[in-house]
């Protein structure tokens, strides 16, 4: 296979079988996501590309930069890995003269910086999608509270809330009541009503969109209203089930 190099410069590059190799990608993959993310820099060849007898990308060639930032969007855990591979590939084109200890000192206080700027660049990364993901979590759990609290205003304005109900939200009147009976809500109703009035408790009037404006009754009306028709069968005999 013949290949057709296209570079800008002879500035070092980092090629798509290697990024592939490091973040264990399909090259195809790493190929299609070089194109989505550095299309003006493909075409202005800042990136250059390797091509095939036919025009096809075998491979793009990033520079170090491009190549870290390809990295960091997809995988913020080998920022460490391309910024060590960098160093290793910077230090291959220019060695130091080791026998001047003044010049071997600077290469190694230079790969000392580069590996702690890896490090921070890494746990900025880190922190950023934290922050992102905390935030993400934080609105999620807000808009859920203003979700419920909506709902409990709803229900309450539909008489059936914690802390009031209508007669026809009580789920247990079944159990005691045949509510088929003509009457039977209202007669229930009239009860709760006198019964709400000598326990101190005031029934609120919703609008209820099937009924018009009903009365809706305290929970604690409703407890006391279950435990007196639980202990004497004759209380409401009329609408009481046989």
Known sequence: MNEIMTLNSNEETMSSTQLAEMLHMEKSHVNRDIKKMFDDKITSSIIGSSKDSRGYVTDYHLPELESKMFVAKKDINYLEKITQFWINRNKATSLPNFSNPAEAARAWALEYEQKQLALAERDEAIKTKAYISDKKTATAMNKASQLSKQN???????????????????????????????????????????????????????????????????????????????????????????
Do not use: M
Request: glycine share 6%.
């Open 152 to 242: 409990d205003k709803l229900k309450e304005q539909i008489g059936e809330s914690k802390t009031y109900k209508q007669a026809k939200a009580i789920s247990w009147l079944p159990e005691y009541f045949d509510l088929k009976l003509k009457a039977a809500y209202s007669q229930i109703g009239r009860y709760l009503t006198k019964l709400s009035k000598s326990l101190g408790y005031e029934p609120k009037e919703i609008d209820d969109s099937k009924w018009g404006k009903v009365k809706a009754y305290h929970v604690e009306v409703i407890h006391k209203f279950k435990a007196i028709v639980s202990e004497d069968p004759n209380e409401l005999g009329k609408y009481r089930k046989a």
